[in-house]
């Protein structure tokens, strides 16, 4: 008789196509696979992670601004969709 060993907590998994993770979650993820010593999952949580709290970041940021113009949402795609590396028009890269 075989017996199906089940983890206490689910593997991270990328959360391109799943529902996003609370920051809180992420962190136990992280966690768990940095006490474990699984490389592959920590970076995996560690990324997931990240999002979470960029998520979080931008919902408070913006449930206090004004509405964001349409140049403005188009600059902001841009910066997420570059990774963070701003252009070279007078600003960080």
Known sequence: ???????ATPE????????????????GYVATAARTGDSER???????????KIA???????????P??????VRLTRLLRSGGQRQSNGVRR
Do not use: W, Y
């Open 68 to 73: 964001l113009t349409g140049p403005q949402v």
């Open 42 to 52: 920590e970076f995996v949580a560690r990324r997931n992670l990240a999002e979470a």
């Open 1 to 7: 008789m075989s017996k199906t060993v089940h983890s």
């Open 56 to 66: 979080d970041a931008i919902d408070k940021a913006l449930a206090v601004a004004p």
């Open 12 to 27: 991270p998994q990328d959360t391109s196509e799943s529902p996003a993770l609370t920051a809180r979650q992420a962190a």
